[in-house]
């Protein structure tokens, strides 16, 4: 029983630690490709507005269709 | 690219709109049934052992959480979930037909549910009341869901995911587990061959139980209660307003923080029970921290309007929807205060709670279907929205009625656990229970009245949608954006 | 690296699994062969008990009424000592409630009797001016179901080895032997009631919902 509660507390602490690492690097990442220039973050905000069917994908999946556009 | 007679297809996400106003106005006229029934006890007597509170009860938070909340969820998802895609469902017809298989078994577990529980069939756990044979039918409506939804992801044809549909997988998957684990229970029938047929023995016993079904309890109200409804307006206030969200970034993180933060803060319904020290402690520190991550999404709502604050004045729609996030601030606010330790020696089991669910679900969920919808009819119907004024009565009515709902309930709350506690000179109880009672007498018919505004204004949403299918004026094209209303 | 996982709901999802699933092994699991630990005396409900809780369940007395105690002096003159783990052992479900708009009910049947529950059921105010909560009339006339009652006993028995028919604990028995023993407290607590068409129908070997209630409030200690 100790063993389990031992057991559980360790877990608990470096899974939690390792998820803050994770979510912190994430924001870090986040902002610098975006200043670098790798990646417009912003502009998958605009999937909401411009959805029609016929309007252009952002980034369209790869499909027949497309491949064969190529 | 795309064939040039194909477009969307709005017939699932029609039915569960139809579905969603049909249970919002059964759901909350028993509620304000029940809300009366607390000032005026004789309104008990109406319809025999089929009209008391306690049977009503499970009738009102269930119809409303999964009869109105989850059919305008549905509504919202077959909506949205195309247009982010950029597919159309009737693309394929196994996807669109596995969605309406899923509104029609769904139709018949709703039903089976307000029998169920009008006859007395529960297994008495909040959120999770359905018998054995309902909770299958459950899982089968849920797998249907998961299906339409990873359906429509497969067949998509734009390749990054928006937000919204980050929320429905995690809606999908949350709820999936959670239900799964709370409802784990062994039918008696198949065991001894006595008894009816439909009666279940919970898994669990006692503390164990009450851990699962809070773990569950609170986590159903962040899974659908919020995580669909942030899907909800991470669509329809950009689109209604024009303006793309305010960070695309900011979305990703309240995202995971809600994620990883929300599951842990169950634990604060539990606090001074006997449930471990520890976890009643985490159940806390976690409630105060989600702050963050809910406080995340509602600025960055906020934050989309910046620049475009004349649009609150003008539009009624865009009215819904901004309240609601604010709803949705002070409700996230005031869930992580009730959790203080301290806080919640005084709040727990008194009217306060019942304040706290309520300025959420009124203000946040039933504002956002209430946005939605009538944002998807003239889209639905190509017709202008029937009457603008008459939204805007309804947004004041209905936004009164909150205020006078979560006013009357916070302070007979505090009331009644301030009585409950307070001592004479020697230290003798004060006073005894039915002194704690009758004093809430003026809250709860404030409280009745305030429900009752609200409903009013259901009727008059209801009133609207229909005038707007029959008579609004027809539309040339979609529109892009706002939408339009009649006067 | 990140942005990955947008375009890859797979992924996505079993991470969105991963990260919420991981709250509930921690925090559930560990703890409950500990919990579900009877505290000493706690003893399993007789059928009749047990007939009278699923009657409790039915009418959702659990919306209004808790069966928790908090450790707080205000709780404990209040309602008694406050509530332990290995108390609830044999609650399955748990019906601590979430809500008093009525009293707690977890020591009830250390201050309430027979007679006092038969007037209040039947019409609350007679004993308790002002009282909100509605009369359950229905519950003198509907038969409990003693059957299903034993069937749940016979489950928890079999499948989660609760322990019936141990020395010093209640008594299940095959089906004719519980439906007896189950009459017989049935009249035991008829016997202290003045409702004259509860008391036909106990002599008549019927057991009304309420005769099964009372008996299940009463064992609340």
């Given amino acids: 029983m100790e063993n389990i509660r031992e057991l559980q507390a360790y877990a608990y602490f470096f899974f939690t630690l390792f ?36 309007s252009k994908p952002i980034e369209p999946q790869e499909t027949k269709e497309n491949k064969e556009q190529k | 690219m795309v064939n040039a007679a194909m477009e969307y297809d709005y017939t699932v996400s029609k039915w569960f709109a139809y579905l969603s106003i049909i249970f919002g106005i059964i759901g909350m006229v028993v509620g304000v049934l029940i809300a009366f029934q607390m000032a005026y006890p004789e309104l008990n007597n109406l319809f025999g052992q089929y009209g008391t509170f306690s049977r009503l009860r499970p009738i009102h938070t269930n119809v409303v959480a999964f009869g109105f909340t989850l059919s305008g969820i549905w509504a919202a998802f077959y909506y949205i979930s195309q247009r982010v895609l950029k597919v159309s469902i009737r693309e394929n017809s196994v996807v669109h037909g596995i969605a309406k298989l899923h509104f029609f078994l769904y139709v018949i577990l709703a039903a089976g549910l307000v029998v169920s529980l009008l006859l ?20 089968v409506v849920w797998i249907l869901f998961g299906l339409a939804l990873f359906g429509l992801i497969g067949m998509r044809r734009e390749k990054t995911l928006y937000i919204s549909m980050w929320y429905f997988i995690a809606f999908f998957l949350g709820v999936a587990m959670l239900y799964l684990f709370n409802n784990m229970e062994v039918p008696t029938y198949f065991v001894t061959g006595m008894g009816k047929w439909y009666h279940s023995v919970s898994m669990y016993a006692g503390t164990n139980d009450a851990l699962v079904q809070w773990w569950y309890g609170h986590n159903a109200v962040a899974f659908v209660f919020t995580v669909p409804i942030v899907a909800m307006i991470y669509y329809f206030l950009p689109k209604e307003s024009g303006q793309p969200v305010y960070s695309y970034k900011l979305s990703l993180l309240s995202f995971w923080g809600l994620m990883f933060v929300y599951l842990w803060a169950g634990g604060h319904h539990l606090i001074y029970s006997t449930v471990p020290d520890w976890m009643q402690t985490m159940g806390s520190i976690f409630s105060v921290i989600l702050i963050l991550p809910s406080w995340g999404s509602a600025i960055n709502m906020l934050l989309t309007m910046k620049g475009e604050w004349n649009q609150l004045k003008e539009s009624p729609l865009i009215k819904f929807m901004v309240l609601a996030s604010t709803f949705y601030m002070l409700s996230t606010l005031e869930g992580p205060i009730q959790a203080i330790k301290s806080v919640n020696a005084l709040a727990h089991f008194t009217d306060w709670i019942i304040g706290h669910v309520h300025d959420g679900t009124l203000g946040w969920v039933a504002f956002m279907i209430i946005a939605a919808t009538l944002h998807m009819a003239p889209r639905y119907y190509k017709r202008e929205i029937y009457s603008k004024k008459l939204m805007e009565m309804q947004f004041w009515l209905q936004t009164t009625g909150i205020v006078l709902y979560f006013s009357s309930m916070w302070i007979a ?36 009245i305030g429900g009752l505004l609200f409903v009013i204004g259901l009727f008059m949403w209801a009133y609207n949608y229909v005038k707007t299918m029959q008579s609004g004026k027809i539309l040339e094209k979609e529109p892009a954006f706002a939408s339009p209303m009649g006067a | 690296m990140f942005h990955w996982l947008e375009k890859r709901p797979f992924f996505f999802a079993v991470g969105v699994f991963l990260v919420i699933a991981f709250a509930g092994l921690i925090e559930i699991i560990p703890d409950f062969a500990q919990a579900s630990r009877p505290v000493v005396g706690t003893k399993p409900y007789t059928v009749l008990q047990l007939a009278g809780r699923h009657v409790y369940i039915k009418d959702s007395c659990n919306a209004c009424h808790s069966q928790l105690i908090r450790p707080f002096k205000s709780e404990t003159d209040r309602y008694g000592p406050y509530s332990l783990s290995g108390e609830y052992a044999y609650d399955r479900p748990f019906l601590w409630g979430s809500k008093r708009t009525g009293p707690d009910l977890m020591r009830v049947g250390e201050y309430r009797t ?12 007679s004993v308790v001016p002002g009282s909100i909560m509605p009369a359950y009339k229905h519950m003198f006339t509907q038969n409990a179901d003693i059957e299903t009652a034993y069937a749940e006993a016979l489950t928890v028995k079999k499948v989660f080895n609760v322990p019936y028919d141990k020395p010093g604990m209640p008594k299940l028995g095959e089906w004719e032997e519980a439906k007896k023993q189950a009459m017989e407290e049935a009249r035991k607590i008829a016997s202290e009631m003045k409702n004259q068409d509860v008391k036909d129908a106990v ?17 609340l200690r």
């Fill in chain 1, 19 to 54: 998820l803050v690492v994770i979510l912190y690097s994430y924001i870090v990442h986040l902002y610098r490709s975006e200043k670098k220039g790798t990646r417009d973050y912003e502009q998958y905000g605009k999937l909401a507005l411009d959805d029609e069917l016929d």
């Fill in chain 2, 120 to 139: 007395g069939i529960t297994t008495s756990k909040e959120y999770a009341e359905m018998e054995w044979p309902l909770d299958i039918l459950t899982v």
């Fill in chain 2, 413 to 448: 709350g505090i009331t009644q656990g301030m009585m409950w506690r307070a001592v004479d000179q020697y230290g003798n109880l004060a006073y005894s229970f039915i002194d704690t009672v009758t004093v809430l007498h003026p809250y709860y018919t404030i409280r009745a």
């Fill in chain 3, 203 to 219: 002599a008549n070997g019927e057991i009304p919902e309420i005769v099964a209630l009372i008996a299940y409030l009463n064992s």
């Fill in chain 3, 114 to 125: 027979t007679d006092w529950h038969e007037n209040h059921m039947w019409e609350p105010s």
